[in-house]
């Protein structure tokens, strides 16, 4: 793909494809704002280049305007990085913000009202797409996190407005998964988790056809324990894909691939912080029992699994982190990445948070800001975001 690094910006309007989905509490203050922070670069290499720096992004999955879902928190955290004024429009399309375009100086930051108070956003409408496209002169992607979303401004905007590059965030996810992915250092280990096996199985088909160990945790393990024939009492279980399950088993099996499944679970009687619980083996889960963690004897086979791996892709949570009794599977997770030698990525919504959770995030690798778009990736699926942009030999 062609690089933001091959184009002239100097005193052009670059019309930047941000994601600044980042959730913002009842009072309108960022939780979390790493996506913001993994935008400078991009950002900050168009401001030394004195263009006019425009930016856009949506926010959540607003019905049509509704201020709860202002971009505006966002502006004053940006300007805050960058120590500038950003200019917040009022919309992102439409004479106001024309006229506010035609005003800005070389390294002018304008952030555009969030895209989605238009429902032309997600429908993909040309017509949106030609009116966003006539603001530039030059198109950035750098909403890696969106990249799996045929939107117009991310998906036909760039078809539009010419040329169409990747920013600098774009290119580190792309690299990071490559390195993972495509060209790892072997040996390779996988660790998924999640609650169903169903939103997991093409992830599950395309990791074995690459990686040398996988290792299943979370509520998916037991549709894979009980198609092995063992009891997994009140935990949770998607019975119509025991068969796929075996399958999945059986693949590993004759690619090679050494597939490993939890060895002990820490048991609730229901999903809440005030439930008994009890630490089993594998095989040995009563009746009236579900498994809500991974117990640390598994633990401590995950940091054996992995303490010869020169890569490490992890998505998807131990356990139900989410309440503090059965956060440890998970977290303890979080830090075998980052202790680990080998290259570690991670990404997934849950996962992302878990890390932050975990206090580790500065030493994994790399960590996506992709939750959809991630697990595309991991699925071996492309992105049609990425697609459209200009090829390099063009
Ligand atoms: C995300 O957070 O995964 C992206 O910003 C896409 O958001 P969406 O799932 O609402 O399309």
Redesign the pocket.
């Known amino acids: 793909k062609k690089r933001l690094k091959d184009v002239n910006i100097t005193g052009k309007r670059v019309l930047v494809r941000v994601?600044f989905?980042v959730p913002i509490d009842e009072q309108g203050n960022i939780e979390d704002d790493t996506r913001i922070r993994a935008s400078l670069p991009t950002i900050e290499y168009l401001l030394d280049a004195k263009a006019k720096v425009i930016l856009m992004s949506?926010l959540?999955?607003p019905k049509g305007r509704d201020s709860k879902y202002s971009l505006s928190p966002v502006a004053k955290r940006l300007s805050r990085y960058i120590n500038k004024d950003v200019i917040m429009a009022d919309d992102c399309i439409g004479p106001s913000v024309k006229a506010l375009v035609e005003k800005m100086k070389e390294g002018d930051v304008l952030l555009l009202e969030n895209l989605r108070f238009h429902k032309e956003e997600e429908e993909n409408d040309e017509e949106f797409a030609k009116e966003l496209a006539s603001l530039g002169e030059i198109y950035v992607s750098d909403?890696f996190?969106?990249c799996h979303?045929k939107h117009a401004s991310v998906y036909t905007v760039p078809k539009i407005l010419k040329p169409a590059v990747m920013g600098f965030l774009l290119e580190k996810e792309i690299s990071y998964f490559e390195k993972a992915m495509v060209n790892p250092q072997r040996p390779v280990v996988a660790i998924l988790g999640g609650v169903k096996v169903s939103s997991k199985i093409g992830i599950i088909k395309n990791l074995l056809k690459r990686v040398d160990k996988i290792f299943v945790g979370g509520a998916m393990a037991f549709t894979f324990i009980k198609a092995m024939g063992y009891s997994v009492g009140n935990s949770i279980v998607e019975d119509g894909y025991i068969e796929t399950a075996k399958d999945i088993m059986e693949v590993a099996r004759k690619l090679g691939v050494k597939f490993y499944l939890p060895v002990d679970f820490l048991l609730g009687r229901e999903l809440s912080n005030n439930t008994p619980t009890r630490l089993v083996p594998w095989q040995e889960i009563p009746q009236g029992w579900m498994g809500l963690d991974i117990g640390p004897v598994s633990i401590a086979l995950l940091r054996e699994i992995v303490s010869d791996a020169q890569t490490i892709i992890w998505n998807g949570p131990m356990g139900a982190f989410e309440l503090d009794r059965f956060e440890d599977g998970t977290y303890e997770t979080a830090k075998i990445l980052a202790n680990s030698s080998a290259l570690t990525i991670a990404g997934g919504?849950d996962t992302d948070h878990a890390i932050h959770r975990a206090g580790v995030y500065n030493s994994i690798d790399f960590v996506s800001t992709?939750?959809?778009?991630f697990l595309e990736l991991l699925e071996g699926n492309t992105l049609p975001c990425i697609e459209v942009l200009d090829n390099s030999e063009e």
Do not use: L
């Open positions: 994601d989905n949506h959540g999955r909403a996190g969106t979303r919504g992709g939750g959809g778009a």
